[in-house]
């Protein structure tokens, strides 16, 4: 959303709609709970940027955070009503924006150029969580339908409570849950299934005390005051946060079992928080063959991650799937 006296953030995605400093007077016209959050930041006063730029929140605050979502996804992306429940992933949404155009970009590459669109188009969220963002941006952006997936069912429930508040949904996004919980794409990708990609945003941590101790550092660093408690930012419930194996095992399992469905998706992707998994995930991939491996680095403010792509099909099977 770009305001008057804006610095672009050029680090974003160029289709990026939140590429520009937040208007917080048109985002509270979209949820005038957020008012309460926002705040004038003390570190701008006095500088020659207008009063509207030196507007902000606390991000360290869960409320605010949750509070700034809602007025985004109703001003940008045509959603009437969102919430999720207390301490579930309230996700940064300006980096699961970028994970989708990069995905359109991505298909763009087998359809001579050209960004596919439609629900013909149809994605399937690994690790869907209560909040639906995934399927809602990539639906706004590119008219695309979604399969949801998660091992926690009252997450699944939430989603099914935002469907049903957003009509526009209904028919694009369907929700199934993971029945076993060690599996990825088993009970999920379905003989008849063709996907034209997957997409994840895998937990991070080995246990729930790693887990801790990062959403400690974060929240030190957001208010830039020392705490001994951490409270979730971003909230996040223990499948949404660590797994044992963290990232490079879930990643693993997730290559391991993509090769028993080469033929049913165009792209398996996911995101990769720890550049150091790489050199393991691309020996990984090479065991199972995979015929194609992209790597694209994200970056989103000073969070540098990136989203690694393969697929098992070959160059003219890409062209024809």
């Known amino acids: 959303m770009k305001t008057q006296n804006s610095s672009e953030k050029t680090t974003l995605h160029p289709r990026n709609q939140h590429r520009f400093r937040y208007d917080f007077d048109v985002l509270i016209k979209a949820n005038p709970d957020l008012k309460n959050f926002v705040h004038t930041n003390e570190h ?15 991000f360290s605050n869960p409320e605010a955070v949750k509070a700034l979502n809602k007025a985004l996804l109703i001003s940008n992306y045509d959603i009437q009503n969102w919430d999720i429940p207390t301490n579930y992933l309230c996700p940064p949404i300006p980096g699961r924006a970028d ?14 150029g050209v960004i596919p669109e439609g629900e013909n188009v149809i994605g399937l969220d690994i690790g869907i969580g209560a909040n639906c963002i995934y399927p809602i ?6 008219g695309w339908s979604f399969v949801g997936t998660d091992i926690d069912e009252k997450a699944l429930q939430n989603c099914k409570k935002i ?7 209904i028919d694009v996004i369907s929700l199934q849950l993971q029945v076993e919980p060690r599996f990825i794409f088993k009970n999920i990708i379905l003989p008849e299934d063709k996907f034209a990609f997957t997409i994840c945003n895998p937990p991070f941590h080995n246990s729930a005390e790693e887990a801790a101790k990062s959403a400690l550092r974060k929240v030190n660093t957001l208010s830039n005051e020392k705490t001994s408690k951490a409270t979730l930012n971003f909230g996040g419930q223990n499948a949404e946060l660590w797994c044992s194996g963290g990232e490079i095992g879930f990643i693993t399992q997730m290559i391991y079992e993509s090769a028993k469905y080469p033929l049913q998706c165009l792209w398996f992707t996911t995101l990769v928080s720890k550049k150091d998994n790489l050199k393991s995930i691309y020996k ?3 065991k199972v063959g995979a015929a194609d491996i992209k790597t694209i680095d994200m970056a989103q403010g000073q969070k540098i991650s990136r989203l690694v792509a393969w697929t098992f099909l070959t160059k003219k099977q890409q062209q024809i799937f």
């Open 163 to 169: 469907i049903a508040d957003n009509p526009k949904l």
């Open 284 to 286: 990984t991939l090479g």
């Open 99 to 112: 994970y989708i155009h990069y995905i359109a970009d991505l298909l763009a590459t087998t359809n001579n």
């Open 44 to 58: 701008r006063v006095g500088s020659s940027e207008s009063e509207l730029a030196k507007q902000t929140i606390d």
């Open 137 to 142: 941006i990539g639906n706004s952006a590119y």
